[in-house]
């Protein structure tokens, strides 16, 4: 069976990384904690699961300090997890099934991030990670802030999923701080600078920065894909707040220039047909969300978008057909991915008596 080296960077993460090393400690084979520079009680804590805690020098460069972490580990694989990311049980399970049967002629594997859960513990947005590399391929992170691990060569797709449970706001700043400190040295932004710089604008309500940036971005045409079409969605989401709808559906169909429409995309286009009251055309878009919602090359997943939410209104535009047989079984199809939710209960009711009046 393969090692595997836990790598992480921490700060001042005394209320979560003892729930991280916990729900991962038994499951490696040697855990590597690379502290940036804590005053709390981060390193005593850490120092309970592992005597290989290092202290690295923060240079507000997210990339050398995960490459310094890297260079620590010893063992076959390395898995890098942050400190207010936990495996669950089920997952964990997966992870040791996984260790068991990998092969050194693997690279990396990816596995599925999940940022944010329902109440009732299911993922609403998720993205892919590859989040355990062959340490002797020696691949490197980029990118001072919303760094990536470039990786390449025998790469394994898994249904592990690492889950995101932050108890605090990180530093809501630092990141367009440390962009923005970028700007003032002078220094040239990748398109994937470009982008994320966006993000962060948007994040803080600088919209028109923000569109600006985003169009930067689109114009390097250098760009991932799924980052592209994110841009057109975000720009849609600007031009929205901003009140300018005829520009906010321009870059939401944009968005299909750059692949096969995802489906937050398909529920955008099929949401402006539903105000239009163009029911059937919405109808399309709608199904099309939930049709496109095995596509595996999307990295980024706002599950949403093809579980309860193209199904709720699929509901709405049949019920305006008045076809509520068919309106009633797409309600219950929402029902099974969001049984709490209050207007699909809602419906549910009203369907109970439209179709015993018929």
């Not at 996984?98 to 940022?115: C, E, F, I, Q, R």
């Not at 993922?123 to 802030?145: D, M, N, P, Y």
């Not at 990748?190 to 985003?214: C, M, T």
């Not at 109808?283 to 599950?303: C, D, G, L, P, R």
Request: charged letters at 25%; a negative charge.
């Amino acid at each position: 069976m393969v090692t595997i080296s836990l790598c992480m960077i921490v700060k001042n993460e005394e209320d979560v990384i003892e729930r991280c090393l916990k729900s991962i400690y038994d499951a490696v084979d040697e855990i590597n904690i690379i502290d940036t520079g804590s005053t709390d009680n981060t390193v005593n804590i850490a120092q309970q699961y592992t005597d290989r805690v290092f202290n690295f020098n923060w240079i507000e460069d997210f990339a050398a300090a995960r490459n310094y972490a890297f260079q620590q580990a010893t063992k076959d694989f390395i898995l890098w997890l942050d400190a207010d990311d936990v495996i669950l049980e089920k997952d964990k399970h997966l992870f040791m099934e996984l260790k068991k049967g990998l092969s050194l002629d693997t690279d990396a594997v990816s596995m599925n991030y999940n940022l944010t859960l329902d109440k009732n513990g299911t993922a609403i947005t998720s993205i892919k990670r590859h989040r355990l590399v062959k340490r002797e391929r020696q691949f490197k992170w980029i990118g001072k802030v919303h760094e990536y691990l470039e990786v390449y060569g025998n790469i394994k797709h898994s249904d592990i999923a690492i889950t995101h449970q932050p108890l605090k706001e990180s530093e809501p700043n630092r990141n367009l701080q440390i962009y923005e400190k970028m700007i003032e040295q002078g220094e040239e932004f990748s398109p994937r600078d470009l982008f994320y710089y966006a993000n962060e604008l948007v994040d803080h309500q600088f919209y028109e920065k923000g569109i600006e940036h985003y169009l930067r971005f689109l114009n390097t045409n250098k760009g991932w894909s799924q980052d592209c079409i994110n841009a057109c969605n975000k720009l849609a989401d600007c031009y929205t707040h901003l009140n300018i709808p005829e520009l906010a559906i321009h870059w939401t169909i944009q968005a299909i220039i750059y692949g096969p429409p995802i489906p937050e995309t398909c529920c955008r286009i099929g949401y402006h047909f539903y105000c239009k009251n163009d029911f059937n055309t919405a109808i399309y878009w709608y199904k099309q969300a939930i049709a496109n919602s095995t596509n595996e090359t999307v990295y980024f997943h706002n599950h949403i978008c093809s579980t309860w939410l193209p199904h709720l209104q699929l509901a709405i535009c049949y019920d305006r057909l008045e076809q509520y047989d068919v309106a009633n079984y797409h309600n219950e199809q929402a029902l099974e991915y969001s049984p709490d939710h209050p207007d699909i209960l809602s419906n549910r009711e009203y369907f109970k008596k439209v179709l015993n009046h018929q």
